[in-house]
């Protein structure tokens, strides 16, 4: 056995010396030093040799085997070298070739739909307010009609912070107040853009974070009819002058009437389709009239002020616009969605 391992050593170390290039390297390595190799035969059967054999014939064995291992990390450190030195003697950078085109970046299709609808608004004479992400109990909640217990909560499945009466806003709407407070008893005419939080289940229609449009005007003299005509406004710009519109009744605790406006299908011409799920309409947004509790705590006096509020998400529109039916493709960070836009 122990001449067996020295003729063994020497044909390897012959074979090796010869050995060309990367690939030649790595089937020395499988042959001399793998799991199949006759090295490894020979180790695995030293437990059949007889006791006395056994030490002397290990030592000898995992004595090769180590010579062989460094052997070839030196023949591998010698080949690499090689192998540099030739790339810097032989290959040259020819510095006329033209450089590469860097890829630019581009719009998120939300952010995209986000400016589009800023850009109408403002037309329409509409300033942008921005208000805070983290808001408190009673501006997301209790000043907007809503208190403590009150059933309409269970609509907004919120996100709490530890510090009590803190939370992430489950809507833009608590900016209406911000505005008005600071800005009563002056007419109002703003959008609230924003980020919104629900603790949501993700499904292909909802996400935990999603954009929101909110719009108020407050003013004297302010009636239904200015708020149908200036969404009715405002979808003709967004997707046409021949679009149609409808409003349904609604409700919502800060507004009082409440409308929801549909626009007809645009995919289906309003026979039915997939997109709008067979009725003919897609929902764009919420509306209605300023509730007269939510105008008194943001500082105006119901009983000469009045107003029209609405609220519309971009992702949602934008969906509509493209027939994307995953808003999970928004926050995926997939490039292959993302590069479409």
Same mark, same amino acid.
């Given at each position: ?12 170390? &012959? ?6 290039? /990367? ?12 799991? %199949?190799?006759? =090295?490894?035969?020979? $180790? ?19 004595? $090769? ?10 023949? /591998? ?5 090689? &192998? ?9 950078? @020819? ?6 085109? $860097? ?19 403002? /037309? ?6 921005? %208000? ?40 833009? &709407? ?39 449009? *909110? ?11 200015? =708020? ?13 002058? @021949? ?20 626009? /007809? ?30 105008? *008194? ?5 119901? %009983? ?16 509509? $616009?493209?027939?994307? @039916? ?16």
């Amino acid at each position: 056995m122990q001449d067996r391992l020295v003729r063994l050593e020497g044909q390897a170390i &012959s074979e090796l010396e010869g050995v060309e290039g /990367e690939a030649g390297l790595q089937q020395w390595k499988v042959k001399y030093l793998g799991r %199949s190799s006759e =090295l490894a035969e020979i $180790l695995d059967g030293l437990r059949k040799l007889p006791k006395d054999e056994r030490p002397a014939v290990g030592k000898q064995a995992n004595q $090769l085997k180590a010579r062989l291992e460094g052997a070839f990390a030196a023949r /591998e450190q010698t080949s690499r070298a090689a &192998s540099l030195e030739y790339s810097l003697q032989e290959d040259r950078l @020819d510095v006329t070739l033209p450089g590469r085109t $860097l890829v630019r970046g581009r719009l998120h299709p939300s952010t995209s739909t986000l400016r589009l609808i800023a850009d109408i608004w403002a /037309e329409m004479g509409f300033q942008v307010y921005r %208000s805070r992400d983290v808001e408190t109990d009673d501006y997301n909640f209790g000043l907007l009609n809503i208190p403590a217990h009150h059933p309409a909560r269970d609509q907004w499945d919120t996100f709490y912070t530890k510090q009590e009466g803190v939370l992430l806003r489950t809507h833009t &709407s608590p900016g209406q107040i911000r505005v008005m407070r600071e800005r009563a008893p002056e007419p109002i005419r703003v959008i609230l853009p924003g980020m919104c939080y629900r603790y949501e289940q993700i499904t292909a229609r909802s996400e935990i974070q999603f954009n929101q449009v *909110e719009g108020l005007a407050v003013g004297r003299n302010i009636t239904f009819a200015d =708020l149908k005509g200036t969404l009715n406004a405002f979808a003709r710009r967004l997707y046409g002058e @021949d679009v149609k519109t409808r409003l349904r009744a609604g409700h919502f605790p800060f507004t009082e009437p409440s409308a929801e406006m549909d626009i /007809e299908c645009f995919v289906c011409g309003g026979i039915g389709c997939a997109v709008c799920k067979g009725t003919g309409w897609l929902e764009i947004l919420g509306s209605g009239m300023v509730h007269p509790t939510v105008l *008194e705590n943001g500082g105006y006096d119901p %009983s000469v002020f009045s107003g029209f509020a609405f609220g519309m998400g971009p992702e949602r529109i934008t969906m509509n $616009l493209h027939r994307i @039916d995953d808003i999970r493709y928004f926050w995926s960070n997939d490039m292959r969605f993302l590069e479409q836009f």
